[in-house]
């Protein structure tokens, strides 16, 4: 049994760290544009009650806004970047646990 590229644990651990770094960088935008989201409204609700009657359609016209639109799709593409920066970093720490595992078979088999 021949592994196909020598086990180098300080060049997985980098692997992970980056991961790592990435997944928590990204999840903190993911939050932000999240915790932000009820202020963006706020801030396009008060200024459409410049011309409205009601506060009620002040924010119905806000929820409406293109500004609004475009700010819910940035933050649910935030949302997906970091889901697929945690999916990346599990990955490579499920590989990792893998390979550990197949060097201590290979270990095993060729004493």
């Not at 060049?11 to 939050?31: H, K």
């Not at 119905?60 to 949302?79: C, F, K, Q, S, T």
């Amino acid at each position: 049994m021949t592994l196909p590229v020598p086990y180098d644990p300080d060049r997985v651990f980098l692997e992970i760290e980056s991961a790592a770094e990435i997944m928590t960088d990204t999840q903190a935008v993911a939050d932000q544009l999240s915790e932000l989201k009820k202020s963006r409204l706020a801030a396009l609700t008060l200024d459409q009650m410049k011309t409205c009657k009601s506060r009620a359609e002040a924010e119905v016209r806000a929820l409406a806004n293109p500004d609004y639109e475009e700010y819910v799709v940035g933050m649910i593409e935030a949302g997906r970047i970091a889901n697929r920066a945690k999916a990346r970093y599990f990955n490579l720490m499920g590989l990792r646990d893998d390979r550990r595992t197949q060097e201590v078979s290979h270990r095993t088999l060729t004493r």
